[in-house]
């Protein structure tokens, strides 16, 4: 698929590789979900009782023809929550708008960053202080990959 140019940055969605396509047939994974929060304050006696099932493919994918998982490497981007190692949720059926975070091709090479969108002003930018933003020239492309829609954080290596 050509990427679709504007005046100044392009933005597309070149064909995924096989390697980042979704799996054709996922396994259901409906697991117990209780019927009581768990405070984040004081604790309190915890009920046992399985209100129902929460399969985590319906609550992560809204489109899950177009939803696919990737790895986020290195540190630019845990001001966003997101740290190294982290499984990212990424939805190519969204559209990429100012502020969302995103998976995009920038001189051949995927990253993860915050999408800034300014008038002709387009910026993808780390959250991290120690990581220059990346703005875009008139003439240069940008092809977004997809919007990232959730991170998966584990606490246990």
Do not use: C
């Amino acid at each position: 698929m050509n990427p679709m140019k504007r005046s100044g940055p392009a933005f597309g969605r070149p064909a995924t590789p096989s390697i980042l396509r979704p799996a054709a047939h996922p396994r259901p994974g409906g697991r117990p979900l209780f019927a009581h929060a768990v405070r984040a304050g004081f604790p309190s006696p915890a009920d046992d009782y399985v209100a129902d099932t929460l399969d985590l493919n319906e609550h992560l994918i809204r489109h899950r023809e177009a939803t696919f998982f990737v790895r986020a490497r290195g540190h630019s981007m845990v001001g966003a929550g997101i740290h190294d190692n982290d499984l990212l949720v990424v939805d190519r059926a969204l559209t990429a708008r100012h502020g969302s975070i995103v998976i995009a091709v920038v001189d051949g090479e995927f990253t993860v960053k915050r999408l800034e969108k300014r008038g002709a002003r387009v910026r993808l930018r780390a959250e991290h202080p120690d990581y220059a933003p990346i703005d875009f020239q008139d003439g240069q492309e940008l092809h977004v990959w997809g919007v990232v829609t959730q991170v998966i954080h584990s606490f246990v290596a």
